[in-house]
């Protein structure tokens, strides 16, 4: 019991939210705090999710001819001076290596904010006429983000990792493709494979990526009541093809400035994970992504020890076969209940119990971490019955988050309404005139809500704005976030 204890959550997901986040990244073993305030250590547990996620959208954009590269962290200052707006964006968060050593550096280098700035350069120098675009590149690594208010692992740290995809493009016309085309690459795998759904849509001029000429996002809606950015994709324009110098000699022999992109999808989709799906006893993760499918647990007694540990091996071999990532949990040091705690706490989708009865019957018992529900199965049905048991369980992991977001939505018609939908914990969906300083009306008059994006799913938008009372542009979603 005082193993049990130690291990497991001490507070409810539904009346401390944030403690118990916090606890489950710990107790789960996915994370551990660094010395550098506001960084973390990625273990085994949360990096083999990231390298999932990875391996996942690897494959999708390498499939419409992207390429991986890889350009320096450090940024000279006078790159980031190139594009202004760009710069007067991220200078707050921007860490600057000064020194070299002993010796001071004749001019700053920024640690990459985002690349931006670094990769155009070498852009200008690679393109040179129209057979030498679309160029389509993208980068696995890190950056770094100094300022923040409050450090939570995953959502905001100053170190994080994503991947970063940057193009160039001969005409305005494929550039708006390209974003679109990524931007629901994006709905996809986080839909798909993180069982997560979103809001897909449109920045205001307000919240758009500084530098860009618009930026498109995919937003999810937390079980504390604030929304999370997933992705964006940003139209960068000709913003950065201008000051940077990338010229190309286009098929009617004139010389143009190309259009870019650039889009990005960071490890705090791991924390949206963790928040969505998790319960009191610890994580849920999807079966898509799980690093561990199954874990077999042999239920051991003396006298029959060696004859269930090889029929929970012969499972396990069988499965892993058929390529299930499984483990073999036969520690003699623990009891099976401390045992199913522990894989419960780590969010392995399924657990399979193997005991003295079921080796007589030629069966298991197969145990959803979703919803605890046990599956009496054959063993010469086993590989069937998992794969569709974890299917179910992504299926059903993702309908519950559906259900969850579309009953989180509330259509505000006057401005009382809205504010009552924020202070509950909602996102408001409302008429909006789309200009700025209505925007900061709104943040200033329902507690720091923030328009998350301008759906594109859209209906008529006939009538006045829920805040100033103007004529309305189109519908919004507002909503506090991380």
């Not at 924020?422 to 209505?438: D, Q, T, V, Y």
């Not at 301008?454 to 704005?465: D, L, V």
Request: hydrophobic share 35%; net charge neutral; with cysteine.
């Amino acid at each position: 019991m005082e193993q049990k204890e130690e291990m497991g959550l001490t507070v409810k997901k539904s009346e401390d939210f944030n403690e118990w986040y916090s606890q489950v990244v710990l107790k789960a073993d996915m994370i551990d705090y660094s010395s550098v305030s506001g960084c973390i250590v990625f273990k085994p547990n949360s990096y083999a999710i990231w390298e999932n996620i990875q391996k996942a959208f690897d494959e999708k954009i390498k499939q419409s001819g992207h390429k991986n590269c890889y350009f320096p962290m450090f940024i000279p200052e006078s790159l980031l001076n190139k594009e202004a707006k760009h710069f007067e964006g991220f200078t707050p968060e921007v860490a600057w290596v000064t020194k070299g050593g002993n010796s001071e550096l004749n001019e700053r280098l920024a640690i990459r904010p985002t690349s931006e700035t670094v990769m155009m350069e070498s852009y200008a120098k690679w393109i040179r006429s129209w057979r030498d675009l679309p160029l389509l590149l993208n980068q696995w690594n890190s950056v770094v983000r100094w300022e923040f208010k409050h450090a939570k692992p995953f959502l905001r740290t100053r170190e994080f990792l994503w991947q970063e995809g940057h193009t160039a493009h001969a005409t305005k016309e494929d550039a708006e493709k390209e974003v679109m085309q990524q931007l629901f690459e994006y709905v996809e795998l986080i839909e798909n494979s993180m069982a997560i759904p979103v809001i897909a849509g449109k920045k205001t001029e307000k919240e758009k990526f500084a530098g860009a000429e618009y930026t498109t996002t995919v937003e999810a809606f937390m079980p504390d009541g604030k929304a999370l950015q997933m992705a964006t994709s940003h139209m960068l324009g000709q913003n950065f093809s201008k000051p940077f110098g990338i010229k190309f000699l286009d098929k009617d022999e004139k010389e143009k400035h190309a259009w870019t992109t650039s889009w990005g999808l960071s490890t705090r989709t791991i924390g949206a994970l963790v928040m969505v799906h998790g319960d009191d006893k610890g994580i849920v993760i999807p079966p898509k992504l799980a690093p561990v499918h199954a874990v077999v647990v042999p239920i051991i007694f003396k006298e029959n020890q060696e004859v269930i540990i090889g029929k929970a091996k012969e499972i396990m071999k069988k499965l892993k076969a058929k390529g299930f990532r499984v483990e073999l949990d036969d520690r003699d040091s623990y009891t099976p209940g401390w045992k199913f705690n522990e894989w419960e706490l780590k969010g392995v989708p399924l657990r399979i119990e193997v005991g003295p009865k079921d080796v007589q019957n030629e069966q298991a018992v197969l145990v959803r971490r979703d919803d605890g529900k046990k599956i009496n199965v054959k063993l010469k049905e086993i590989e069937n019955k998992v794969e569709e048991t974890l299917n179910d369980i992504q299926d059903s992991l993702l309908k519950k988050a559906k259900d969850y977001l579309k009953n989180s939505i509330v259509e505000s018609n006057n401005f009382d309404d809205f504010v009552k939908a924020i202070k509950n914990k909602k996102l408001a969906r409302a008429l909006f005139c789309g200009e700025s300083g209505c925007e900061d009306s709104i943040r200033d008059k329902a507690d720091g809500a923030t328009c998350r994006c301008i759906p594109f799913e859209q209906k008529s938008a006939k009538g006045k704005c829920v805040q100033c009372g103007k004529e309305a542009k189109c519908w919004a979603v507002f909503g506090k976030g991380y």
